[in-house]
């Protein structure tokens, strides 16, 4: 049987013509989402476990080490360590362990960098080139990810995460921005607008989430998203010491995060359009209908 469709989009949908632009902060009433921090040039400022054990053993104090997450150490719930510094290390805190000689050798690989020396890093070896941290918790977003996954990766990490450049943040949002992140729609809406690394997903908070369709919520809205993403979590930590890559496998997905996740659909789709969506086509078409919606009411704009 051959079917006809009067138009196929730049998306090879067969719907109108669209076409998303990335927009520098969120069309929808939703957290901001910035990058991690890049760790170029800082290799000096990252730790292995048994580097971090003994810098502790010799004094350092606890808040200037961080758990230090990429793309892969949120998957695989693997973390490094770093080196954090809100203000220059004093003569005594140097005095610990190799430290000076980590500034030292920092400066060294700074001062050949132009963009280092251009931006002032070399003058600051104690930090990245980003200071950005959570200050009571992070949701962390893999820039690169599995397509073959049902749900996009997204964790929740303490005070004490540092990302690096390879993931995403929301600092100290609110709980319900998870349950958008983490429901089939967005994966749809990343899946079609977002680049891809070969097959896989590359995030964007420019061209995926903050173009990401999203309806105003009620303050009833958010308390069942809040829920929603709380029995996600719950889920999630009745299998400890799984990881993402362990519980988000097609084939093996556990049972009660896969309720955890349909219930969140159930509950924003019905937000959405009062009931849910039949399929992912039927998706995509309200989402490209309230983009364009939005877009239009935006007008001129600076995207």
Same mark, same amino acid.
């Given at each position: 049987t051959q079917l006809s469709t009067p138009n196929i989009n730049g998306y090879l949908l067969a719907q109108p013509d669209h076409w998303v632009s990335s927009f520098r902060k969120p069309m929808s009433p939703v957290h901001p989402m910035i990058k991690g921090n890049y760790y170029g040039v800082s290799e000096h400022l990252l730790l292995d476990s048994l580097t971090k054990d003994k810098l502790l053993a010799e004094g350092l104090p606890r808040e200037n080490l961080k758990r230090f997450y990429g793309s892969a150490e949120v998957i695989s719930s693997k973390p490094r360590y770093c080196l954090w510094f809100d203000e220059k290390p004093s003569e005594d805190t140097l005095k610990i362990a190799d430290l000076r000689k980590r500034m030292e050798a920092g400066v060294a690989k700074r001062s050949k960098s132009k963009d280092a020396v =251009? !931006?002032?890093?070399?003058l600051r070896p104690h930090q990245f080139r980003e200071m950005n941290k959570?200050?009571?918790?992070?949701?962390?977003?893999?820039?690169?990810?599995?397509?073959?996954?049902?749900?996009?990766?997204?964790?929740?990490?303490?005070?004490?995460?540092?990302?690096?450049?390879?993931?995403?943040?929301?600092?100290?949002?609110?709980?319900?921005?998870?349950?958008l992140i983490a429901s089939r729609i967005?994966?749809?809406w990343i899946g079609t607008v977002c680049v891809r690394l070969?097959?896989?997903?590359?995030? =964007? !908070?420019?061209?995926g989430w903050n173009t990401f369709p999203v309806p105003k919520l009620t303050e009833k809205n958010k308390a069942d998203l809040t829920r929603c993403a709380e029995d996600i979590l719950l889920a999630r930590e009745a299998h400890f010491p799984a990881t993402i890559a362990d519980l988000y496998k097609p084939d093996a997905m556990p049972d009660n995060l896969r309720a955890a996740h349909d219930r969140n659909d159930e509950v924003l789709e019905r937000i959405y359009i009062g009931r849910r969506f039949r399929n992912d086509t039927e998706r995509l078409e309200k989402l490209f209908e309230m983009y364009t919606k939005m877009t239009t009411r935006i007008g001129g704009l600076d995207a």
């Open positions: =251009s !931006n002032g890093m070399v959570g200050q009571k918790s992070t949701f962390a977003v893999p820039v690169v990810s599995s397509e073959n996954r049902d749900y996009l990766p997204i964790d929740l990490l303490g005070d004490d995460a540092v990302l690096s450049n390879k993931c995403f943040a929301l600092f100290d949002a609110p709980l319900w921005n998870m349950a967005h994966w749809v070969e097959m896989r997903f590359s995030y =964007s !908070n420019t061209l």
